[in-house]
T-cell receptor, first 113, second 114 residues
Framework: ETGVTQSPTHLIKTRGQQVTLRCSSQ?????VSWYQQALGQGPQFIFQ???????GRGNFPPRFSGLQFPNYSSELNVNALELDDSALYLC????????????FGSGTRLTVV | GESVGLHLPTLSVQEGDNSIINCAYS??????FIWYKQESGKGPQFIID?????DKRQGQRVTVLLNKTVKHLSLQIAATQPGDSAVYFC?????????????FGKGTKLSVKP
C-alpha cells in the first residue's frame, strides 16, 4: 500500500503565471482534499473532490481550481499567481471524506517571485 | 526540509518529562477534534482524535482532553522523547462524509531537549 504522493516537491513561479500541482491518493481512498499552509500557520482548506466532483470549498478565489480523475488522483490549478500564493500545498486523501482517516502527502512548496 | 515552525508558540521540555499542548477552538458545533504532528518537510500526521460527546481519550503515550465549556482542547504526551519534536496542530471538524473539511489551529512547536 502506498501513501499520498505529491509532485513536484518544490516549484518557483513568477507572479501572473499559472501552476498545476499533482496528487496521487492512497490506495483505496476516493476523496482528495487540498490545503494551503503559509509559513508558520496551520493548513487552510481549499476544496475537496469526491468521486470526480468538487464537494466543499473554503474561502479561496475561483482562480484556485481542481480536478479529480477516475483513479482518484487529483490536480490543483492556480491561475494568475500572486506573491501571497507562496505556501506549502498539501493534499490529503481519505475514504468517503472522513477526516479521521486523512492521509496527508508531504506537500509541494510553491514560491512565487 | 524547510521549517513550518517559524513564529509559532514554542514549548521546550526535557526528555522524559510530560508535555501539555493547548488549543482553543472556534466552533462550538464542531463534532470532532484531531491532533496532528508535523515534522519539518512533511505533511501532518494523525495522532489522536476525540468526538464532541467525550471528555477524554487515551492513546499510546498520548491523552486528549476536551473542555467544551471553554472550547479548549489539550494534548498530553507522556515521557516525551526527542522524536516527539515537531509542530503540533489541533483541528476541528463537523460531520463526516463528503464535506469533512478541517479547521486547523495555529500550531505549537514542541522542542525536546536530550
Amino acid at each position: 500500500e502506498t501513501g499520498v504522493t505529491q509532485s513536484p516537491t518544490h516549484l518557483i513561479k513568477t507572479r501572473g503565471q499559472q501552476v498545476t500541482l499533482r496528487c496521487s491518493s492512497q490506495s483505496g481512498h476516493n476523496t482528495v482534499s487540498w490545503y494551503q499552509q503559509a509559513l508558520g500557520q496551520g493548513p487552510q482548506f481549499i476544496f475537496q473532490y469526491y468521486r470526480e466532483e468538487e464537494n466543499g470549498r473554503g474561502n479561496f478565489p475561483p482562480r484556485f481550481s481542481g480536478l479529480q480523475f477516475p483513479n482518484y488522483s487529483s490536480e490543483l490549478n492556480v491561475n494568475a499567481l500572486e506573491l501571497d500564493d507562496s505556501a506549502l500545498y498539501l493534499c490529503a486523501s481519505s475514504l468517503e471524506g472522513l477526516p479521521r482517516g486523512y492521509t496527508f502527502g508531504s506537500g509541494t512548496r510553491l514560491t512565487v517571485v | 526540509g524547510e521549517s513550518v515552525g517559524l513564529h509559532l508558540p514554542t514549548l521546550s521540555v526535557q526528555e522524559g518529562d510530560n508535555s501539555i499542548i493547548n488549543c482553543a477552538y472556534s466552533n462550538s458545533a464542531s463534532d470532532y477534534f484531531i491532533w496532528y504532528k508535523q515534522e519539518s518537510g512533511k505533511g501532518p500526521q494523525f495522532i489522536i482524535d476525540i468526538r464532541s460527546n467525550m471528555d477524554k481519550r487515551q492513546g499510546q503515550r498520548v491523552t486528549v482532553l476536551l473542555n467544551k465549556t471553554v472550547k479548549h482542547l489539550s494534548l498530553q504526551i507522556a515521557a516525551t522523547q526527542p522524536g516527539d519534536s515537531a509542530v503540533y496542530f489541533c483541528a476541528e471538524g463537523m460531520g463526516g462524509g463528503s464535506q469533512g473539511n478541517l479547521i486547523f489551529g495555529k500550531g505549537t512547536k514542541l522542542s525536546v531537549k536530550p
